[in-house]
């Protein structure tokens, strides 16, 4: 298991480097796959992945990448509303076919996981984007090894023994910390790229050790909802982690986390 595990993650960052590297249409059809595959997976729990709400589902991602690759940004809004009519006319007609959960978490998955996954090219398309998008990376697969190390040395209190039994305090401070950390190392090897942010190393540290917290929350709420259902991994695609939201469950909310934050620390702070 370990085997494949780590050869898995040696390719999956293997590809990483040239897809992220290569940027333009590249990135965003490979974005748009992961987000398409999580987005079946996440529906397979909720039992929608095949029918009508899942469906619409499908398709309001498909208009939402459509509205983004023509930077048409402002009707974001228009599609998230009539999503939301479409799910709950499919809701009224088909009575009672549908559970009220299904709908809404239908409605939810496109904002999960298309929506918030989409962070990693827009982050790419920033100004300096090509070195600030590797700041999402850092702060979610540089803390999971951090709080992992930390953890396996340190670790003595629970974090969530309920979600997560392996997780520890210890650990989740060792890897917002070892995230800030990495992510300051990075801003002073590379900051001179960054010509849209002022003091690189600090604005990385802090853009990471706010993603880093945030993105052990969407772990954590990863395994919540898997737990909520009794599945134990979301997938088989990727041999040794699971699904791909197994292995991108933090990802989601570090790329709209390091987004955001790098964008407010620049303007507001730095």
């Not at 479409?86 to 999960?112: D, H, N, R, S, W």
């Not at 090897?189 to 849209?196: E, R, S």
Request: charged share 10%; with cysteine.
């Amino acid at each position: 298991m370990f085997t494949t595990r780590l050869i898995s993650g040696i390719v999956l960052v293997a590809a990483a480097l040239v897809v992220v590297i290569s940027g333009g249409p590249l990135l965003f059809a490979v974005n748009c796959a992961i987000a398409f595959v999580g987005l079946f997976e996440f529906y397979r729990v909720l039992g929608i992945e095949k029918n009508g709400a899942g469906i619409a589902g499908y398709l309001s991602a498909a208009a939402y990448f459509g509205i983004l690759w023509f930077e048409g940004r402002q009707y974001v809004e228009f599609v998230m509303i009539l999503t939301v009519m479409l799910l709950m006319t499919i809701y009224v007609i088909t009575f009672p076919a549908y559970k009220t959960e299904q709908i809404t978490g239908a409605v939810f998955g496109v904002l999960y996981v298309p929506v918030m996954l989409s962070y990693l090219y827009q982050t790419r398309t920033m100004p300096d984007g090509a070195f600030l998008v590797w700041l999402i990376f850092i702060s979610s697969w540089g803390c999971d090894t951090c709080a992992y190390c930390t953890g396996m040395l340190f670790g003595r209190h629970k974090l969530a023994p309920v979600l997560s039994p392996k997780k520890s305090i210890e650990g989740a401070v060792g890897g917002a910390l070892g995230a800030a950390l990495l992510g300051g190392i990075y801003g002073a090897l590379f900051g001179g790229h960054m010509l849209a942010v002022e003091n690189p190393p600090l604005a990385c540290a802090l853009a990471c050790a706010i993603a880093a917290v945030i993105s052990q929350i969407g772990d954590l709420a990863a395994s919540a909802v898997k737990r909520n259902h009794n599945v134990k991994d979301y997938g088989n695609l990727i041999p040794g982690h699971g699904g791909v939201l197994d292995r991108f469950d933090s990802m989601i909310f570090t790329a709209p986390a390091i987004f955001f934050a790098v964008n407010f620390l620049a303007v507001n702070i730095l």
